[in-house]
């Protein structure tokens, strides 16, 4: 048990440092100079004010010290959880921004990853089982799955929001509220979040339905279902039996899909102009704002680490053959 | 596994269940449309606000709202300067006039002071009267060096306050158009509270919870969002006899134009200050959605798109190849093809159509330009730029290849289009120009530097003085890094010292005006250092669902701005507030 969870902890720490590292360089050897663009937006035209205001910003952020200082100092206040100061949106700390936005991303995604992949798995496992439900699961996952989020998410703003109504198509929450503890209040918040969500459910939840619908298939025709049937047990022990082995490569699929899904989160998000890290990171690229993009990524890396350290823990849970290699048979 | 979806089921059914409730909750009794508005006139509610009451605005804030510091002109929230604070004068670029605002007049005492009379019972959103002392100080702010208005005081002495309501600045050089741009452009902030910040608070604070003297205070903001409120206790309200008609005003942050389209088809916005392509069909449909024209180009004119050569460069170091460049765009199909008409092709001289007056007709028609692909080549060929090798394309006057690049920003989609054309016309002159698409920072980068052949640029809008312009044109000493004037790096010395005496020209003087501008409009055409293409639009559709009497064309329309880009609401934006009207009205 030691053994496994230190190697797998080895494994996180050694994935943590170089996704840190990747951050920190990708901004710092694009094209262009982050103090340069801030400066052009004011619009100063005394070229000695402008001098003073570059070597002013420029010491301000540290990009006058040496790179391996740079670096240094970023994983220095890393570790203390300071992100520095966003460029783009200065003089709001990075921490500010991104701690605004999270609660966002987080409800839009949590939700649609879980949910999708819980009625996916539903709708597989009763395809696989009916020749009716195939008939329509198969072809409508086929065609969601193949479906890009912005599209499916711009078909839904422009379907449901503009021409039928019944949806906002832009915001977190009514602009003509403010935050309140009030059933008007969260009423709006539900409101906004529907299409969003929605967006990115649909296109996950297609691909989950077939990949259970092939899993059960496979494992009903493999020895141990057979041999089942042939002792005469009733067709539902043996489907509960099958499904159990088709849910872990799902399992293993969900972890790599909360990874992929933050990048769906993205586009959906700069479609319904949703006010989560979507849009943020989307900025901050455009800006050259180093410290948000790393602030945002770091969210990012965390939570994609932390999501498959708890995967990690329920396939212990689930599956007995992770016990039986931490007892020793190591394959 | 079952036990797990006995708990999961209901969960899942009542988050659908929810979603149902607000997919039903979309029908409650409204006419229509609903989304990004709630139902109109809840005031028994005061979480929130009554749809009558309130303008919803966009097109200036592209991400949250990052601070409300009026001296960081170039990022404040939108509305920190002019509905929170505010500035002596405003501009009426209809009257071309000076209109008072905190000031209730000023005027030239000798040739090197100017005395502004500052109106009596106006007060700050905290109770505290205003007075001469906090224009002084907000002036005085100008000599911290990081400071964008800095170079005031190279040729401001001092502002100081000789009484309560009389603010006295002496000059050492008297620029009178600068200084008209000056008095419009800088807000006045309380002394009380910024007295005591330290410079780095002044420069980079947030100042949440901004005091000003303005017609709104702020109330709350939030990701995508800013709140202003309307103060009761406004100045205004007597001494101009003006009132801004919205309650509220929320300026929502868009991340793109389509949302903004979105929202306003679903009256869900008032004013939208987006470039939106295909605005014509909006206004022609039955959309309930108006511009200022209901023809083309729909638009005022904001600013003017210039093709900027780098005159350090061979061969636009070359007038006549500058000429022959300027002869070879097609704008015309620019205008029509990448705007649908929303712009207009731009005067020889750039000036905006506000500044007609000033184009001097006789050296335009003795030294302008027009698209004529025959003329541009014979210019060519008598400068001695010929195509020696029959691929088409000319070559310089050494033999050597001419390869030019057009750089524009990558997204900007109308001018990579426009860029596109640009290259296309030219070719078609036999000047090779490819376009390129950095991302923007790099762009700016490059621009500063000197390091590009060809760029489009109109970081100067409409103001008092078309000076702006020609600073922006001729400005000297050309420096290593070009900020945002002069990025060809022209240097015509000649032309900067008509352009000082036209600063120094006073701007009731318009004869005098003319004449200097007269001679510095026949170098510019003579010379092309820099090429304009055409008018932007002063991008603006407003809904007509909760708002009506919209600046227009139309007879008995108010003809102010319809904007709320940052410093246009000195501009007449302000003004477009206080003459709108409930449409229920």
Redesign the interface.
């Known amino acids: 048990m030691r053994q496994y969870f230190g190697r797998k902890l080895l494994v996180y720490a050694l994935t943590f440092v170089v996704a840190v590292t990747v951050n920190w360089m990708i901004p710092r050897f694009m094209p262009g100079d982050p103090v340069a663009g801030m400066l052009a937006r004011t619009g100063v035209s005394q070229p000695a004010a402008v001098e003073a205001m570059r070597v002013y910003y420029t010491d301000l952020f540290g990009f006058d010290r040496p790179l391996w200082e740079q670096y240094a100092n970023f994983w220095a206040t890393l570790l203390r959880g300071d992100f520095g100061i966003s460029i783009w949106l200065f003089p709001t700390p990075v921490s500010t921004v991104i701690l605004r936005a999270v609660p966002y991303t987080l409800a839009l995604m949590i939700p649609a990853v879980l949910l999708s992949w819980w009625a996916g798995n539903r709708l597989g496992a009763y395809a696989a089982r009916r020749r009716l439900l195939d008939n329509t699961v198969l072809p409508v996952g086929y065609v969601l799955t193949a479906m890009p989020y912005m599209w499916l998410a711009v078909l839904l703003a422009w379907g449901l929001g503009v021409v039928a109504g019944w949806f906002p198509v832009a915001g977190g929450y009514a602009f003509s509220l403010r935050p309140a503890l009030t059933g008007e209040f969260l009423l709006s918040l539900v409101h906004h979040w529907v299409l969003p969500f929605l967006s990115l459910f649909l296109v996950a939840l297609g691909g989950w339905a077939i990949g259970m619908r092939n899993m059960i298939i496979y494992e009903l025709e493999s020895d141990y279902a057979t041999y089942l049937a042939a002792l005469g047990a009733p067709a539902k022990l043996i489907r509960r039996y099958a499904f159990r082995n088709a849910v872990l490569p799902q399992i293993t699929g969900l972890a790599l899909q909360l990874g992929v899904l933050v990048a769906g989160a993205l586009v959906t998000e700069i479609v319904f102009s949703y006010p989560g890290l979507g849009s943020l990171i989307l900025k901050a690229i455009q800006n050259q704002d180093f410290f948000l993009l790393q602030g945002t990524f770091m969210f990012i890396v965390i939570g994609v680490l932390v999501a498959n350290f708890v995967i990690d823990l329920v396939y212990v849970v689930v599956d007995p053959r992770t016990r039986a290699g931490m007892a020793g048979a190591q394959a | 596994?079952r036990k797990r979806?006995r708990i999961?089921v209901p969960l899942?059914a009542a988050?659908m269940a929810?979603?149902a409730?607000?997919?039903g909750?979309?029908?409650l009794p409204t006419q229509?449309?609903?989304?990004?508005?709630?139902p109109a006139g809840n005031p028994g509610?005061p979480?929130?606000?009554?749809?009558n009451e309130?303008l919803?605005t966009t097109g200036t804030q592209?991400?949250?709202p990052?601070?409300f510091n009026p001296i960081?002109?170039?990022?404040h929230a939108t509305g920190t300067k002019g509905l929170v604070y505010e500035t002596l004068f405003h501009y009426d670029p209809n009257t071309a006039k000076l209109v008072p605002w905190l000031a209730e007049s000023g005027s030239w005492t000798s040739d090197t002071v100017y005395e502004a009379k500052i109106r009596s019972g106006v007060t700050w959103s905290d109770g505290k009267p205003l007075t001469a002392k906090d224009v002084a100080f907000s002036y005085g702010l100008g000599k911290i060096?990081?400071?964008?208005f800095?170079?005031l005081f190279?040729w401001l002495k001092s502002a100081e306050a000789i009484d309560d309501k009389t603010v006295r600045f002496t000059f050492s050089k008297a620029n009178y158009q600068e200084w008209d741009f000056n008095l419009y452009s800088r807000v006045i902030v309380p002394e009380h509270i910024w007295a005591g910040r330290s410079e780095e608070e002044v420069l980079?604070?947030?100042n949440e919870k901004p005091v000003g003297s303005g017609a709104y205070t702020y109330q709350?903001h939030?990701?995508?969002?800013v709140?202003y409120v309307r103060r009761d206790d406004w100045w205004g309200k007597s001494a101009l006899g003006k009132e801004p008609k919205p309650r509220y005003i929320?300026d929502?942050a868009?991340?793109?134009n389509?949302?903004a389209m979105?929202?306003l088809?679903?009256k869900?916005l008032d004013l939208s200050n987006n470039f939106l392509p295909g605005v014509a069909n909006l206004v022609n449909g039955n959309f309930g959605i108006t511009t200022f024209y209901n023809e083309p180009p729909y638009m005022l004119s904001a600013n003017t798109a210039w093709l900027v050569p780098n005159t350090t460069r061979k061969p636009m170091d070359d007038p006549a190849f500058r000429k022959a460049l300027a002869a070879s765009v097609d704008t015309k199909k620019i205008v029509e093809g990448v705007y649908g008409n929303l712009v207009k092709v731009a005067s020889p001289t750039g000036l905006l159509p506000q500044w007609d007056q000033f184009v001097d007709q006789a050296v335009v028609g003795g030294s302008g330009f027009a698209f004529d692909t025959a003329k541009a080549r014979k210019t060519l060929a008598d400068a001695g730029y010929r195509d020696r090798d029959g691929d088409g394309l000319v070559e310089n006057k050494d033999g050597s290849k001419i390869k030019l690049t057009l750089m524009v920003p990558t997204?900007w989609t109308d001018w990579m289009e426009a860029a596109r054309t640009i290259a296309t016309s030219a070719k078609a002159a036999g000047i090779d120009v490819t376009p390129d698409f950095?991302?923007?920072?790099?762009?700016?980068?490059k621009r500063?530097k000197g390091d590009f052949d060809l760029l489009v640029n109109n970081?100067r809008q409409l103001s008092n003085t078309p000076w702006t312009y020609y600073?922006y044109v001729f400005?000297l000493?050309v420096?290593k890094?070009q900020?945002?004037?002069n990025f060809g790096r022209y240097e015509n010395k000649r032309a900067w010292e008509l352009v000082q005496q036209l600063n120094q020209v006073r701007t009731d003087d318009v004869a005098g005006m003319k004449a200097v501008i007269s001679q510095i409009q026949r170098i510019h055409l003579d010379e092309m250092p820099i090429i304009p293409l055409w008018y932007n639009g002063l991008w603006a559709q407003s809904s007509v669902a909760t708002w009506k009497n919209w600046p227009s064309a139309a007879q008995g329309a108010p003809k102010s701005a319809p904007v709320m880009w940052r410093h246009w609401l000195e501009l007449g934006g302000f003004e477009t507030l206080t003459q709108i009207q409930p449409a229920g009205s």
């Open positions: 596994m979806a999961l899942l988050a929810a979603a409730c607000s997919g909750g979309a029908t229509g449309s609903q989304g990004a508005s709630p509610n979480g929130s606000l009554p749809r309130t919803y592209w991400g949250p990052a601070h960081r002109e170039g990022d060096e990081t400071i964008s800095h170079n190279d980079n604070g947030a709350s939030d990701q995508d969002r709140v929320v929502v868009t991340p793109g389509e949302v979105g929202m088809l679903q869900g997204g950095p991302d923007f920072n790099a762009l700016v980068e500063s970081e600073d400005q000493p420096n890094t900020n945002t004037v």
